[in-house]
């Protein structure tokens, strides 16, 4: 079985705005990145992202980034669940998935983000961690949609 899935949700924003509020290290620390982001979103570029829930900062590999249109990202697999194992007993891997990230412009000035991740091992381990990260990734689009259409944190708190 190929483990992989795709997460939508729409944000009564312009594309320009939403896509700039994952792009800019600052905006995507405001809302997801509970630990911080280090580095801007830019093809070729290897940024950081910390997590409170999650320890220690990760290296996140920028393949393609089109201004307003994608942003393709490969970071290393870890398999397991933090949330029912704790972050100490999720097991980093020697492999690699890919996320997929897609803006498209909507009427009336709204954008729907698509996020897509792929590339787990077919592993009891492997399946954990896609639905963990699924669950992230939805959480994402929610906190992001507080965040870029009321300036709301929905994570501040929520972990730590």
């Not at 320009?16 to 600052?26: G, H, L």
């Not at 890919?98 to 909507?106: D, K």
């Not at 639905?131 to 507080?146: D, R």
């Amino acid at each position: 079985m190929e483990l992989k899935f795709k997460v939508s949700g729409r944000i009564s924003k312009p594309v320009e705005e939403v896509f700039e509020a994952v792009a800019d290290p600052k905006q995507l620390s405001g809302y997801f990145t509970t630990g911080g982001a280090r580095g801007r979103l830019e093809t070729g570029a290897t940024v950081t992202w910390d997590f409170h829930d999650f320890p220690g900062a990760f290296p996140v590999h920028v393949v393609r980034l089109e201004k307003n249109r994608e942003i393709v990202l490969r970071w290393a697999a870890h398999e397991g669940n933090a949330a029912e194992q704790g972050p100490e007993k999720v097991t980093p891997t020697d492999y690699f998935t890919t996320v997929t990230m897609t803006f498209e412009p909507l009427e009336g000035n709204r954008t729907l983000v698509t996020i897509a991740e792929e590339g787990w091992k077919d592993t009891p381990g492997g399946l954990t961690a896609s639905y963990g990260n699924c669950q992230g990734w939805s959480q994402m689009l929610c906190a992001m949609k507080a965040y870029v259409e009321y300036g709301i944190n929905l994570r501040e708190g929520m972990y730590k």
